[in-house]
């Protein structure tokens, strides 16, 4: 949520921002308006209940000096009643400013590039895209002559877009997870098993509820929705404290299923992997000082990448320009992945500086120092990584001439050591 007074304080800047973010259409001057509105309400509210307040204790002496008490009283019962209207005009305003403020995204940093689609997004740096001596198979046609997957069946379950992992394509699948857990303990995260489903509360605190509700599986009657992404609950872990300065930055690294609605049109791009209702990831999220964030955002993006440099998966990263990042970013890099059979880049990680965007919304804050003023946390996120768009790239690129995958060296511990999946682990 943006800071209104500043808002107020810069009104062209903002509009500008969000004719940068292709937000034009949202009524910034008409919520100053009603902001406006409010303070004329406020103010006329005050003035009437100190007027009210005087004449309620002149009461008795007016009484003594012969006017009839009835008619004091009803006078003043006019007095009270339209206070009470004023207050319910503001508070019908300050509603409606409030839903107008959550459905306005954060201001892109000075760093973000300029632009309406991901066309206009800058690659920061890639790698050379491997070439294979042979015929790449996709992803599907050697998960199908290995066993790994089964998406038919899957949908004779669920509906399509979600996966069903068998045997050894379980064992990987699940080997990815731990592996990237193991690396972000040892880089210092505190691990995390959230919560799968989250109250509109926590949602709000993100930014996904209302804007992106349509997005997410509620869980009629209860109020819930299964989770997007695991940062939805670990960035609101301590919604509404007041944390510690001195123990910032605090970095976590949580693995969950995600659950989103939103698959893409139909056709090729949902086919097997590519995209999916349900996948697993391991989130990372940082509650940082407001002057390190974009420091510590270079160093998250970079274990991430470091990840992906270890599975041996040609990637490059992309600075998002302002019509592409997310809702709730002020800067976010992509890095995507290298698929063979499709010859295109894949995104597989997304690593975002929210700055106080989000802990405004659930008011986390921190004290420098005993005594000091409270002041908004910074929040990063990042995918460290999601396995669905990585399991793409691993097969792809470590597939061999007959259909079998080599197994990247960092994974094998996890896979009882084996150094290569063939049709006979079908």
């Not at 103010?43 to 204790?57: G, Q, Y």
């Not at 499709?342 to 106080?356: G, I, M, P, V, Y």
């Not at 409270?374 to 097969?395: D, K, M, Q, W, Y």
């Amino acid at each position: 949520m943006l800071d209104l007074r500043k808002m107020r304080e810069d009104i062209d800047s903002v509009i500008t921002a969000m004719a940068n973010r292709n937000a034009a259409h949202l009524p910034i001057r008409e919520l100053i308006a009603k902001d406006d509105n409010r303070r004329q309400l406020l103010t006329r509210t005050e003035e009437l209940r100190a007027r009210l307040n005087k004449e309620s204790k002149e009461l008795g002496k007016k009484v003594k000096e012969g006017n009839d008490p009835a008619a004091l009283k009803a006078e003043l019962k006019i007095l009270s009643d339209e206070i009470t209207d004023l207050e319910k005009q503001q508070h019908d305003i300050e509603e409606s400013m409030e839903l107008d403020l959550l459905r306005i995204p954060n201001m892109p940093h000075s760093s973000t590039p300029i632009g309406k689609t991901s066309d206009d997004n800058v690659v920061v740096k890639s790698a050379t895209p491997q070439q294979l001596p042979f015929e790449p198979k996709s992803h599907l046609e050697l998960a199908q002559r290995l066993n790994l997957f089964d998406f038919e069946r899957a949908s004779k379950l669920s509906g399509s877009g979600f996966p069903l992992y068998l045997g050894i394509g379980a064992r990987l699948e699940r080997s990815l997870w731990n592996f990237f857990l193991d690396t972000h303990t040892k880089n210092g995260y505190r691990e995390v098993i959230p919560p799968l489903m989250v109250n509109r509360e926590t949602a709000r605190g993100t930014g996904q509820w209302p804007n992106l509700a349509d997005d997410m599986y509620k869980i009629e009657g209860d109020e819930l929705y299964l989770i997007p992404t695991s940062e939805v609950p670990i960035a609101n872990i301590f919604r509404g404290e007041i944390l510690d300065g001195s123990k910032l930055p605090m970095k976590f690294a949580g693995y969950s299923p995600c659950f989103r609605r939103e698959a893409g049109s139909y056709g090729k791009d949902t086919r097997g992997f590519l995209r999916v209702h349900q996948f697993n990831k391991v989130e990372m999220i940082w509650l940082t000082l407001p002057e390190r964030s974009y420091d510590d955002m270079e160093v998250m993006t970079s274990h991430a990448e470091a990840l992906l440099e270890m599975l041996e998966i040609p990637y490059r990263r992309l600075a998002l320009c302002s019509g592409d990042i997310g809702f709730s970013a002020a800067k976010t890099y992509d890095l995507e992945v290298w698929s063979p059979f499709e010859k295109r880049w894949l995104e597989a990680s997304s690593c975002s500086n929210c700055e106080d965007f989000q802990a405004r919304r659930m008011a986390l804050r921190f004290r420098r120092e005993q005594g000091a003023k409270p002041e908004l946390v910074h929040i990063l996120n990042g995918s460290g990584l999601a396995t669905s768009r990585v399991i793409v790239a691993l097969l792809e690129n470590h597939q061999t001439e007959e259909g079998s995958i080599s197994i990247p060296a960092v994974l094998r511990p996890y896979l009882g050591g084996k150094s290569q999946i063939t049709i006979d682990d079908a």
